[in-house]
């Protein structure tokens, strides 16, 4: 099975996929791109993934200025809130089960890797199926209001998290980072936590972890 990226469109999602080698044990890499970015913003990620890893970047459905695309509607000094992201969230969740069906992977637990706006995605996902999440790379990103209530208690005690964030961010203060990595650990997660003297960003050292993280 080729190891190339495809770029699916159905019912007006846009998927890019690797389908790379699944097999029935297979865990599949979910992709979600930041505010203004698309279904290959993420695609550097995934250079030093095995090729049998299939891989599914959507493109979030909502457009952004000046370009790109985004998973929530954005009003700017007002952090989004779980219940923006629920929409994109269900949809798109709905049509990454039908990618997962085709690929022979139906009804299974995922990977998720998600930079800024994609990793609050990413969180309200967890949400959503906390028990099929295996691993999460949350990147620069932020936990949305709710999703913390929405979790039991001990609902992410098979699931291990990778949280990195740069100490100088801009955009998004470390203290989200720090606090989201707090509620995943009360909600039984093991985490594991990178934070550097970057702005919003993955430092080298960081970049090194996530690999590491991503290749146990």
């Known amino acids: 099975m080729t190891t190339e990226p495809q770029t699916v469109l159905d019912q007006g999602w846009i998927f890019r996929i690797r389908k790379g080698q699944p097999q ?7 992709l979600l791109h ?7 913003s993420m695609w550097i990620f995934t250079q030093q993934l095995p090729a049998a890893v299939p891989i599914l970047a959507p ?14 509607k954005v009003t700017q000094g007002v952090r989004s809130r779980m219940d923006n992201f629920l929409p994109a969230a269900a949809q798109m969740l709905e049509q ?4 997962l069906n085709e690929l022979g992977l139906s009804n299974q637990q995922f990977d998720w890797m998600g930079f800024s706006q994609g990793c609050a995605l990413g969180y309200v996902l967890s949400a959503l199926a906390p028990a099929r999440i ?3 790379a949350a990147l620069s ?32 203060p470390i203290e989200s980072a720090r606090q ?6 009360a909600k039984s997660a093991k985490v594991t936590y990178c934070e550097s003297a970057v702005g919003h960003k993955l ?3 960081c970049f090194q972890g996530l690999e590491e993280f991503l290749s146990v």
């Open 180 to 185: 989201s990595a707090a509620v995943l650990q």
């Open 134 to 136: 295996r691993r999460a």
């Open 59 to 72: 493109r979030a459905p909502l457009p952004a200025a000046p370009s790109g695309y985004s998973w929530a």
């Open 141 to 172: 990103g932020f936990m949305p209001a709710g999703v913390e209530q929405a979790l039991p208690d001990g609902a992410l005690g098979a699931s291990h998290f990778f949280v990195a964030h740069g100490s100088l961010d801009e955009i998004i």
């Open 34 to 40: 930041g505010w203004t970015g698309d279904e290959t």
């Open 96 to 99: 990454f089960d039908r990618r």
């Open 24 to 30: 029935s044990h297979t865990v599949p890499l979910l």
């Open 203 to 205: 430092s080298s050292g």
